[in-house]
């Protein structure tokens, strides 16, 4: 996000009337604010063991390790914020947010594989992007300065779904591969068998992929799932297995309201850049969740 504010002007940090004007709760909502268009925080200010928070009119999923995943419906509602828990980050529905596992440096950091979160909005599509350049140099001319970008863009119907990531600005610079895609809000259950490549066999770790129907999430791996280098355009396809006539529903995600407290046991798309020091701040104090 840094590098497209320094390349087109913009916010980094924002509070939620930048993103939701209309919506007058947001006036004076004055502790949380947006990282970016796509990434919400609740700051917990104070010591208490739970926080009123506004989220406004979007889909909207837990980032806390407690209930990660998670939709949380839109409204005033009220978590759980015990010593042992984390604060309340949410991403919003209908944005992809490239991600870095962090490490001890920015160095190290950038030769960690990508994965890509992608969050569903409620037509089950979602896209963003990603800048990418050495990390080094500080741009004097930003025209001339070598850069990667690429856009996402993903949408889902009954039959399956596509991943389309094109490379709008290339470089001659090293960039990882990406190696995890992880959805929310995901309604189908996947059949990993059929993943595609730009129509060849996508390199996807049956082992470590897996659908969690109670949590509608989504987990692919493989690696070097998706090479990004010297690539003008990837198309990443998967089906969904058909559902047996005796299977029974998916059993429904419980969300807070405003007379309840979020425990840690239930529960258009935008162009939008995480760069790699600002998000492992943030993704630090995120413990990677367990499949159930």
């Known amino acids: 996000m840094h590098f497209e504010a320094a390349l087109n002007g913009g916010t980094v940090l924002r509070p939620l009337f930048f993103e939701f004007p209309s919506d007058t709760n ?22 208490t063991s739970s926080m009123p928070t506004y989220l406004p009119s979007a889909k909207w999923y837990s980032l806390r390790s407690e209930d990660y995943g998670v939709e949380v419906a839109a409204g005033k509602t009220v978590f759980s914020t015990r010593v042992n828990e984390g604060i309340p980050v949410l991403v919003r529905g209908g944005y992809c947010v490239p991600r870095q596992v962090p490490n001890e440096t920015a160095a190290a950091s950038r030769k960690s594989a990508f994965d890509l979160l992608i969050a569903l909005n409620i037509e089950g599509s979602a896209s963003g992007q ?24 993903f ?3 009954n039959d399956g779904c596509t991943l389309r990531i094109v490379t709008i600005k290339q470089a001659e610079l090293w960039i ?6 992880e959805i929310f809000g995901y309604e189908f259950e996947p ?3 059929t993943a595609k490549l730009n129509g060849e066999s996508a390199k996807v770790d049956l082992k470590k992929s897996r659908w ?12 070097g799932l998706i090479g990004l280098q010297r690539r003008l355009l990837a198309t990443f396809t998967w089906e969904h297995k058909r559902p047996s006539t005796t299977s029974s529903a998916a ?26 020091p600002t998000f492992g701040l943030l993704n630090s104090q995120l413990q990677k969740y367990k499949m159930t």
């Open 26 to 47: 947001t006036l004076d909502t004055s502790y949380q604010f947006m990282w970016g268009a796509a990434i919400m925080v609740a700051p917990v200010v104070e010591k």
């Open 212 to 223: 969690n129907q109670e949590r509608k999430l989504v987990h692919i791996e493989g690696p």
């Open 251 to 276: 059993p429904s995600t419980s969300t807070t309201s405003t007379s309840t407290v979020a425990t840690t046991s239930t529960t258009s798309g935008f162009d939008l850049t995480l760069d790699l």
């Open 130 to 153: 990603l800048y990418w350049d050495d990390g080094e140099r500080i741009p004097q001319n930003l025209a001339s300065h070598p850069f990667y970008n690429f856009k996402f863009s």
């Open 155 to 157: 949408s889902a119907t």
């Open 191 to 193: 059949d990993f068998t």
């Open 176 to 181: 990882p591969s990406m190696d995890v895609i």
